[in-house]
């Protein structure tokens, strides 16, 4: 296997224990969490198939850092300009019965 790639493995598992740890407790972390746990599993399936390419791997990462954003976004936990901007998102792409009251 690449050397590149490797490595590149090693830092998603290492982010992925690290978001995992981060999260434990918390409910509203639940969605980003179950994908850490299915992910990572694929991740060591094709580490150990040799089956792994640095562009998959990127987009695990960005996969990994949008759940947080969402997660947080949907418990109202971003710093306050992300959370105007993630709940205007959410206005404009949701339907009013798709929002909680606090939001719409």
């Known amino acids: 296997m690449n050397k590149l790639i490797e490595e590149k493995a ?3 598992l290492k982010l992925m224990d690290e978001k995992k ?5 918390a409910k509203e972390m639940k969605e980003l969490i179950d994908y850490i746990d299915c992910t990572r599993v694929d991740v060591v399936l094709r580490f150990h198939a040799d089956d792994l390419d ?3 791997l990127k987009a ?3 996969d990994i850092s949008r759940l947080e954003r969402s997660c947080k976004g949907r418990a109202g936990l971003l710093a306050p300009k992300d ?3 993630y709940d ?3 206005k404009f792409f949701l339907g009013p019965c ?3 009251p606090e939001v719409q």
């Open 88 to 90: 205007n998102f959410r």
């Open 83 to 85: 959370q105007e901007a």
């Open 21 to 25: 740890e981060e999260f434990k407790d």
């Open 60 to 62: 695990v990462e960005a």
């Open 10 to 12: 090693n830092s998603v």
């Open 98 to 100: 798709d929002l909680p």
């Open 54 to 56: 640095e562009g998959w």
